[in-house]
Every structure is written in structure tokens, then in C-alpha cells.
């Protein structure tokens, strides 16, 4: 099965990862210089939603932001993939599910 592209949510998931980056005072360099990402231009083009953050980075950002790994790798998962999600842990209450 081909995965889906899901631009709205990409572009969400963007703005929170901006948002905790921001709220922990960290720049877009530091940022890729901490979690090992190519540059700051990939940094950007994931806040963006140009494209959704690779789980092998999950710990990194998890580390950077001071969040426990398992519940930054849910929220990326509830953000980027709703449907993935709600397969693996049930409906979320947020109201980050959304209809397609």
C-alpha cells in the first residue's frame, strides 16, 4: 500500500515542532547540530511540512525539547498519521484526528 501524503497535517505537525523549539529557545542550527539533521535548511523544511520527521530522530528532538522519547514519538505519530495512530493506540481526545 502506498503511503499517503497528508500536507495539512504535515504542516501542523511543522508549526508544534516550531512551537516547542521556539519555547525552548532553541535556534534551527542548534537544533540540527543537536539531533544530527543534515542542516538547518531541513530543520525548516520540517516546520514547513514539506516532509514529516524521520523516527530516527525522534530521540534526538525528544532530548532537545526535555520530553520522554515514547510520548514524543506518539505525538509525532498522532500528528503526521492520524490513522496510524488510532491503529496503534486507539482514538486520541486531543481533536488532532480529522476527517480526510
Known sequence: MVATLR????REAGSWLRAQRQANEITMSELAEQIGAPSAAWIEAIEAGECAVPSRFYRGYARSFGM???AFAAD???RYDPDAYEALFGRRSTGLRRAA
Do not use: L, T, Y
Not at 500536507?7 to 504535515?10: G, K, N
Open 68 to 70: 520522554d522519547v515514547s
Open 76 to 78: 509525532c505519530i498522532g
Open 7 to 10: 500536507p495539512r497535517e504535515w
